[in-house]
């Protein structure tokens, strides 16, 4: 197994490859850049422009800033010595096997160009908070997801399954963005009961993530803890009412696929309880593509959150995609978009292990 | 043989008893409808038949007669909406198994009587050990604890002929051969002592020498615990071998009752002179394959007489017009054909051609 | 027991002959697309769906026609309020904010330019999938490969950004790129459903039958095995066409989308987003609902369809 987890891990190598650099061409290609955040103001000159420019590389050609973005072209060297590094190495070998510093493979995905902060230390800060909203939301839906899922399938057609099809139709039909907005609308504005938006009470807490504030939850860690709650609860509807559906329809499906399986028809022959026979013998397969199926949500995971964090102002990944977008940011964008394609790797991986770790019949070489 | 025909009027539907002993299984006048989009299958209508303890029966029949859902009607085991069980009853022991509640026929099944089924590849849970499978039904029956379980389990194995059975425990099913699947069917029908064993198609789906194989497993087993056995089968071969009596089914019903011998070499209801015509031998070699012509009726378009008239050689119009009772022709023995009413003994002259050879 | 053996009198069996007297069975003969209309009609939430959708289609053809205001011509309102005003006999969606248009007629076109966008670029979708799934699955081998790696080089590009760099291509906030830049993708999941029926139609007797009596594979691909597909092509662009509403909706809502000069139900609740905090809920609520009734319609629609043309479905 693990042979087949490394063999997978290193097929992926050549696809993130070509992905990034297919998105970086796009990028760099098309018209505009990070200096069009200057386009509107007058005071910035078209000197200064180029200065910027040129200090960010943007005026060499794509296939070299793609290749210093990677790692394996030195951004000092000049001509062929450009795949040198300062210490006389072929620049892509690791930092103390005499390579390069820059670039992807040595770690370095550079600077934004909007904050000047190392997209690393952008995006590390905001990895916590999208993990806990989207962690929260896909530990909740999926209970409720199988709940639902089994009721309506044991109940087929009955009333219980109207209604749960009807909400997870209804669920669906809701765009994200809307339906946290119409909350938002309820909730704190006629309400007046949950905030806005934002992850922390600004008056009260020190900013997330920082060692003020876990200095603040270790003293007063009640407080910290309700007060995340309090922000949590809006965002994590929003999520969990929309995505509810997908999953619920599958358990159904998968449910009632497996109810219908000859071995459930011998578990009912040799006595065993009804709610035995749902539980232990139908749901225990059912669950078999549902997981795998889960676990290829994932990557969907991070794509709603994208609208959901831009709504509650909440300070994840999603929304450091979007004012990326905003400011033609590309170092961040870059740095964000290689990530989601590496989650996305991650994901179909861990749905390969998972349907062989659930099923034994399944084994890989 | 004595040879009593009643009149149609008078004689009451007579019911089928096998074996020595008291009565265990008393189906009396079944009816199983299915209530589907384009109407009610009528799957079973009017079954009638009994087993003594210790007993051994067949009920024969082409796909779709209905043998199947007699089955599963006894162990309760349809799907009660769309199925019905629109009549009859089934005494198991004297008690009437259709009003049951639930938590006593979930004693019944599995505890005393016991079913085997046709695909032994996927009868089985295929995420749980062998073991486990059987340790449920254990569990749930026996009131032994684990380790307990465990051992009866064990022997339960041994008993089917499964070699290295603490192994074969811990095995998933997948890992199994069909047979030894179905030894595993087996070893799980047993392992709760029950004292009816039905097997369906048990071994339709298995290789030809393994059928042989499973076939005498379940011959010696129902012979060493004195269980009684409803064999389900299309295959009159292995009717021949295994059972003392036999039930023939065909749409639905019951056509022909009697012992194994009485059926088999002089049937008295032309479908199942048809089906043993049919059976490729030695003594036809060379000829071509012969069956019955037409097909089996369209459960929705029934015709009103006689099911098997319209593909009948030997019918007239009072078949066509009137659906025969199952007429009395001797003890324990009868047929749903006019032929044997009283009134057309011309007719049976006719149909009772000498049968080429005796048995040895 | 002795072993048993039949009488063999061959009077209760025939030769198998054809030709026979046999009793034909008389069954109700259908064609597939009446089997599947019947299943439609019965499926209560289906028809529900269609009613909807269709229902919302009406209104954005025939709706920006009666309403009393053009879109296109704002009057100048009598009382200035600038977050707008609430509901009322005059406004029953109530106004906007700042230049107090009428938020029915606004909603009413942006139906209009929604559903002209969705159904668009699921119909380009469905076509070019079809295509270059069909081919892809019918010639197999390098074919195959490299299309399908295309296609999955395409899906790994994340949408938004292939929208931003588009338009800047393209130039923001033209409807009819917004439209076609979505085509683009809708394409990708269609082609991957076709070539997998492709793959398993083309070891299928008849499409060897047809090679044989010399059918060029142009017509094979498209006469015979795409009537195959039909099926679950007909779910997917259905379903394709909610999907690119809602796709729409959130990058409008983004300003990324189409410019205000077209509403689409997105771009309205874009320009709602600021007033809301002054009170103005019914801006962003109009807009917002008639999206959850195309797209509940569509699903709804999509659900029947599949159980409909399930050929595996029981009558």
């Not at chain 2, 198609?201 to 056995?229: H, M, P």
């Not at chain 3, 309102?77 to 406004?91: E, F, K, Q």
């Not at chain 3, 007033?275 to 009170?279: H, K, T, V, Y």
């Given at each position: 197994m693990t042979r087949y987890i490394i063999r997978r891990l290193i097929g992926t190598i050549p696809t993130l490859f070509v992905v990034s650099l297919l998105i970086y061409s796009i990028l760099l290609i098309a018209p505009g850049g990070p200096e069009d955040r200057f386009a509107q103001n007058p005071k910035v000159t078209a000197a200064a422009i180029d200065a910027f420019r040129k200090r960010w590389g943007l005026d060499q050609p794509i296939p070299v800033q793609y290749c210093r973005w990677v790692g394996i072209c030195n951004p000092d060297g000049q001509g062929l010595g450009v795949f040198i590094s300062d210490q006389g190495l072929p620049n892509f070998l690791p930092g103390f096997l005499g390579g390069g510093d820059n670039g992807v493979l040595h770690g370095d995905f550079g600077y934004s160009s909007s904050s000047g902060a190392t997209v690393i230390s952008l995006i590390g800060a905001r990895v916590l908070p999208t993990a806990i909203l989207a962690g929260v939301s896909?530990?909740?839906w999926i209970?409720?997801?199988?709940?639902?899922?089994?009721?309506?399938?044991?109940?087929?057609?009955?009333?219980?399954?109207?209604?749960?099809?009807?909400?997870?139709?209804?669920?669906?039909s809701f765009p994200t963005f809307w339906l946290g907005l119409m909350l938002i609308i309820v909730f704190s504005e006629v309400f007046k009961l949950l905030p806005a938006g934002g992850m922390w009470d600004t008056r009260t807490v020190p900013i997330f993530g920082t060692d003020d504030y876990w200095a603040f939850v270790g003293k007063q860690p009640l407080t910290a803890f309700l007060d995340l709650g309090r922000h949590l609860i809006l965002p994590v509807i929003t999520l969990v009412f929309v995505n509810i559906a997908g999953d619920s329809r599958f358990v159904r499906a998968a449910m009632i696929d497996s109810l219908s399986q000859d071995y459930v028809r011998t578990a009912r022959a040799k006595g065993v309880s009804e709610r035995n026979v749902i539980y232990r013998h139908a749901l225990r397969n059912a669950l078999l593509p549902v997981v795998t199926n889960i676990a290829l949500e994932l990557p969907f995971l991070f794509a709603g959150a994208i609208a959901t964090e831009t709504i509650f102002s909440w300070p994840g990944m999603g929304l450091a995609y979007i004012q990326a977008v905003n400011n033609f940011d590309y170092p961040v964008l870059m740095g964000i978009l290689v990530i989601t394609a590496v989650v996305v790797v991650l994901a179909n991986l861990l749905a390969d292990i998972l349907y062989a770790v659930v099923d034994p019949r399944i084994s890989y070489g | 043989?004595?040879?009593?025909?009643?009149?149609?009027?008078?004689?009451?539907?007579?019911?089928?008893?096998?074996?020595?002993?008291?009565?265990?299984?008393?189906?009396?006048?079944?009816?199983?409808?299915?209530?589907?989009?384009?109407?009610?299958?009528?799957?079973?209508?009017?079954?009638?038949?009994?087993?003594?303890?210790?007993?051994?029966?067949?009920?024969?029949?082409?796909?779709?007669?209905?043998?199947?859902?007699?089955?599963?009607?006894?162990?309760?085991?349809?799907?009660?909406?769309?199925?019905?069980?629109?009549?009859?009853?089934?005494?198991?022991?004297?008690?009437?198994?259709?009003?049951?509640?639930?938590?006593?026929?979930?004693?019944?099944?599995?505890?005393e009587i016991a079913m085997i089924f046709q695909e032994p590849m996927t009868s089985l849970n295929p995420v749980m050990t062998v073991g486990d499978q059987i340790m449920e039904a254990i569990l749930i029956h026996q009131g032994v604890n684990k380790k307990g379980a465990q051992e009866i389990a064990l022997k339960a194995l041994q008993d089917v002929g499964v070699a290295d059975p603490k192994r074969r425990l811990k095995q998933y099913p997948h890992e199994l051969s069909g047979g030894m699947r179905q030894r595993i069917m087996i070893a799980m029908a047993l392992s709760c002592?029950?004292?009816?064993?039905?097997?369906?198609?048990?071994?339709?789906?298995?290789?030809?020498?393994?059928?042989?194989?499973?076939?005498?497993?379940?011959?010696?087993?129902?012979?060493?615990?004195?269980?009684?056995?409803?064999?389900?089968?299309?295959?009159?071969?292995?009717?021949a071998e295994t059972v003392d009596d036999v039930a023939v089914m065909y749409a639905g019903r019951v056509v022909e009752t009697g012992t194994v011998e009485e059926v088999l070499l002089h049937p008295r209801m032309p479908y199942t002179r048809g089906l043993l015509e049919s059976i490729p031998s030695q003594g036809k070699r060379g000829q071509r394959l012969s069956a019955i012509k037409g097909t089996v009726p369209n459960p929705f378009r029934l015709p009103p007489g006689c099911k098997f008239e319209p593909r009948c050689p030997f019918g007239w119009e009072t078949c066509v017009e009137s659906e025969p009772e199952l007429i009395t022709i001797g003890r324990d023995r009868s047929a749903r054909c006019w032929l044997n009413d009283k009134r057309f003994a011309g007719r049976l002259a006719s149909y009772s051609a000498p049968p080429a050879t005796e048995p040895r | 027991m002795a072993s048993l053996v039949p009488p063999i009198n061959g009077a209760m069996t025939e030769d198998l002959d054809p030709g026979g007297p046999d009793y034909d069975v008389q069954l109700e003969s259908l064609g597939q697309w009446q089997i599947a209309w019947r299943r439609f009609r019965r499926h209560r939430m289906a028809?529900?769906?269609?009613?909807?959708?269709?229902?919302?289609?009406?209104?954005?053809?025939?709706?920006?026609?009666?309403?009393?205001?053009?879109?296109?011509?704002?009057?100048?309102?009598?009382?200035?309020?600038?977050?707008?005003?609430?509901?009322?006999?005059?406004?029953?969606?109530?106004?906007?904010?700042?230049?107090?248009?009428?938020?029915?007629?606004?909603?009413?076109?942006?139906?209009?330019?929604?559903?002209?966008?969705?159904?668009?670029?699921?119909?380009?979708?469905?076509?070019?999938?079809?295509?270059v799934g069909g081919v892809a699955g019918y010639f197999g081998g390098w074919t195959d490969t490299i299309l399908m790696r295309i296609v999955?080089?395409?899906l790994a590009l994340p949408l938004l950004f292939v929208i931003l760099v588009f338009t800047k291509f393209l130039g923001s906030g033209n409807w009819i790129s917004v439209t076609i830049i979505f085509g683009l993708f809708e394409w990708l999941g269609i082609?991957?459903?076709?070539?997998?029926?492709?793959?398993?139609?083309?070891?299928?007797?008849?499409?060897?039958?047809?090679?044989?009596?010399?059918?060029?594979?142009?017509?094979?691909?498209?006469?015979?095995?795409?009537?195959?597909?039909?099926?679950?092509?007909?779910?997917?662009?259905?379903?394709?066409?909610?999907g690119v509403i809602i796709g729409e909706a959130f990058i409008s809502f983004l300003g990324f989308g189409v410019g205000f000069d077209t509403p689409t139900l997105g771009n309205i609740l874009a320009g709602s987003l600021g007033?809301?905090?002054?009170?103005n809920w019914w801006w962003a609520f109009f807009p917002g609902m008639a999206i959850v009734v195309i797209v509940l319609g569509i699903n709804f629609m999509g659900d029947g369809l599949r159980d409909a043309l399930d050929p595996r479905a029981k009558i």
């Open positions: 896909l530990i909740i209970l409720l997801a199988i709940g639902t899922g089994v009721l309506a399938a044991i109940r087929r057609y009955g009333k219980a399954d109207t209604a749960i099809t009807i909400f997870n139709y209804v669920g669906f | 043989m004595t040879e009593t025909v009643a009149a149609p009027e008078e004689a009451p539907e007579p019911v089928r008893r096998a074996g020595v002993g008291d009565v265990l299984l008393d189906v009396q006048d079944l009816r199983t409808y299915f209530h589907v989009m384009d109407g009610t299958v009528k799957a079973v209508d009017g079954v009638s038949f009994s087993i003594r303890k210790g007993g051994r029966l067949a009920l024969v029949g082409e796909s779709g007669c209905g043998k199947s859902v007699t089955a599963l009607s006894i162990m309760r085991l349809i799907e009660t909406p769309p199925g019905e069980f629109a009549g009859g009853k089934i005494l198991f022991e004297g008690t009437d198994l259709l009003t049951m509640d639930d938590r006593h026929i979930r004693k019944v099944r599995g505890g002592n029950p004292k009816l064993i039905i097997a369906d198609e048990a071994t339709t789906a298995l290789d030809v020498t393994i059928q042989r194989q499973i076939l005498e497993l379940i011959k010696a087993i129902q012979e060493r615990t004195g269980a009684a056995l409803l064999l389900i089968t299309h295959d009159l071969g292995v009717v | 028809m529900i769906g269609s009613a909807l959708f269709f229902g919302m289609v009406i209104v954005g053809v025939v709706g920006p026609l009666i309403l009393k205001y053009n879109y296109y011509n704002i009057p100048v309102p009598d009382v200035h309020v600038n977050a707008g005003r609430p509901p009322s006999l005059s406004h029953p969606f109530g106004e906007t904010g700042r230049l107090q248009w009428d938020v029915l007629t606004l909603v009413v076109n942006g139906i209009r330019y929604s559903l002209l966008i969705g159904l668009i670029a699921s119909a380009m979708g469905a076509v070019i999938g079809t295509i999955d080089a395409l082609a991957r459903l076709v070539r997998a029926v492709m793959l398993s139609l083309r070891e299928e007797e008849y499409v060897d039958a047809a090679r044989a009596a010399g059918i060029s594979d142009r017509r094979i691909i498209f006469r015979h095995l795409v009537p195959n597909a039909l099926s679950p092509i007909i779910v997917s662009t259905t379903l394709g066409v909610a007033f809301i905090s002054q009170g």
